[in-house]
């Protein structure tokens, strides 16, 4: 069975640029995850949807971050544009239903983000 | 609010030796708890889980209780190898489709 997958795995860019970041989530998890990984730290959720409605973004910097998952399938992350503090590894996450008391999500490798 | 506290690393540690993470949790109602690992290169993985008050959760030699009067959920192995050298993650989540909140993370590495 194919794992979550996740493209680039590594980006650097100057401040103010902007990225994206792509996931393609287990087939038929309907759930997919965004989070936040600052070095040092563990993750942040940033944003949570159930097919292609979002459960949870409160906390998504919406200013700067937007995310979307237009066929309940596979999941777009972009910062525009970039702050320094931005740097991170931006992890997905997927699970057959939500969260549930199994916790069982299934996460991508990261993709890592410089910002110069 | 809902958090994770674990202990600071880097754990370092002589292979065959006992190992002790632990684990401290802040949650309202009754939460169900957890042990990520995220070995080097890879993404990170469940580990264990334990969703009730004294349950007891298990794998490859890892053990950790879910403490409801201590609020802690330690991990444990007795015997470490080079092969456990990895960032451990505890993890809650407070209610059935509510996003893991996690700790820290703790690096190990085992040396031979």
């Known amino acids: 069975e194919a794992g979550v997958a996740q493209s680039p795995r590594y980006k650097i860019i100057e401040k103010r640029q902007s990225v994206a970041f792509w996931c393609n989530p287990i087939?038929?998890?309907?759930?997919l995850y965004w989070y936040q990984q600052i070095l040092g730290q563990g993750p942040k959720l940033l944003i949570q949807?159930?097919?292609?409605?979002?459960?949870?973004d409160s906390q998504l910097p919406k200013d700067r971050f937007s995310a979307e998952r237009l066929k309940g399938v596979d999941s777009t992350l972009k910062i525009q544009p970039a702050k320094l503090e931005d740097s991170a590894v931006y992890l997905c996450?997927?699970?057959?239903?939500?969260?549930?008391?199994?916790?069982?999500?299934?996460f991508g490798e990261g993709s890592r983000l410089t910002v110069l | 609010g809902n958090s994770v506290t674990q202990m600071e690393g880097p754990v370092t540690l002589s292979e065959e030796a006992f190992l002790t993470i632990n684990c401290t949790y802040t949650?309202?109602?009754?939460?169900?708890l957890f042990w990520y690992v995220q070995y080097p290169g890879e993404g990170l993985q469940l580990l264990l889980k334990?969703?009730?008050?004294?349950d007891k959760g298990s794998n490859k030699g890892f053990e950790a209780t879910y403490r409801k009067e201590t609020t802690s959920f330690h991990l444990e192995k007795g015997s470490v190898q080079v092969s456990d050298s990895a960032v451990y993650f505890c993890?809650?989540?407070?209610?059935?489709?509510?996003?893991?909140?996690f700790g820290k993370g703790t690096r190990l590495s085992v040396i031979a």
């Open positions: 334990a969703t009730k008050a004294d």
């Open positions: 996450a997927s699970s057959l239903g939500g969260t549930g008391r199994t916790g069982e999500l299934f």
């Open positions: 993890a809650l989540t407070p209610s059935g489709n509510t996003p893991l909140v």
């Open positions: 949650a309202t109602g009754y939460p169900s």
């Open positions: 949807f159930q097919n292609n409605g979002v459960v949870d």
């Open positions: 087939s038929g998890h309907a759930t």
